[in-house]
């Protein structure tokens, strides 16, 4: 008896301790600040410091060069002139050459407020995202509608759906996907409902714009 004790409670110590390394380890990655677009007071926007635990649906995120993504982000725009850039997936399938994404122009379009910083694509070394404005009002009255998750790391699909109105004809939903939004009210909405109105427009999005959660940022200044 007293050998299988032994062995029991090295077993036990054993588990405990990977249990404090993973708290640990979560405690570390819930813990790392990030810049987000949030509201600062009664009428205006702006980047603030946030924990990657707070982060919130439909957020805007400013990443920096070497950050790693604290949540599946779709990108829309970089410091590059094209607005790609440059990803590093080895914590999720062990590959270590860089993988390019490209944001969708209309996404640019909707969401980035213009400026001449946008406007002269003159990305200086003192440039950052913080130099960025994000239309809040629009990103309010858009919606995310993605497929649900799978281990699929090489194929998305998703839509942008940017509703002058929720009316027209509707059909039921698409059961493979969810709808998402920092509106939760529209978000709900529209979880009820595939809107039909042809003057809803949809960006459609792939794997091109998907920055996967665990993934880095490699080569590129900035991006959101």
């Known amino acids: 008896m007293a050998p299988m004790a032994i062995i029991l409670t090295l077993s036990a ?3 405990l301790y990977e249990d404090y390394k993973r708290k640990k380890d979560d405690d570390k990655l819930n813990n790392r600040i990030y810049y987000v677009w949030r509201k600062t007071d009664e009428n205006s926007y ?10 919130q649906v439909g957020d805007f995120v400013g990443i920096q060069n070497n950050q790693f993504f604290p949540a599946d982000l779709v990108l829309v ?17 062990g590959e270590t ?15 980035v ?13 003192s440039t950052s995202f913080h130099q960025i404005q994000i239309n809040s009002e629009k990103a309010h009255k858009s919606c995310f509608q993605v497929e649900k998750p799978d281990a699929d790391l090489y ?6 759906l940017i509703p002058s109105q929720i009316s027209g004809n509707t059909n039921q939903p698409n059961s493979n996907h969810h709808i998402l ?11 009820n409902q595939i809107i039909t109105n042809p003057d809803i427009e949809r960006i ?21």
Do not use: H
């Open 97 to 111: 050459n860089l993988k390019m994404r490209m944001p969708k122009n209309e996404l640019k379009d909707f969401y």
């Open 13 to 15: 110590c054993r588990e």
């Open 46 to 55: 702006n980047w603030v410091e946030i924990k990657s635990e707070d982060l």
């Open 204 to 224: 459609t999005l792939s794997v091109d714009q998907l920055l996967p959660r665990g993934c880095q940022l490699r080569n590129t200044k900035f991006l959101v």
């Open 181 to 191: 939004s920092k509106n939760s009210s529209l978000a709900s909405n529209l979880n």
């Open 113 to 125: 407020s213009s400026s001449n910083f946008l406007n002269s694509c003159s990305y200086s070394s």
């Open 77 to 93: 725009d970089s410091s590059d002139k094209d607005g790609s850039c440059y990803i590093e997936t080895a914590n999720l399938d």
């Open 155 to 160: 194929n998305f699909q998703g839509n942008v």
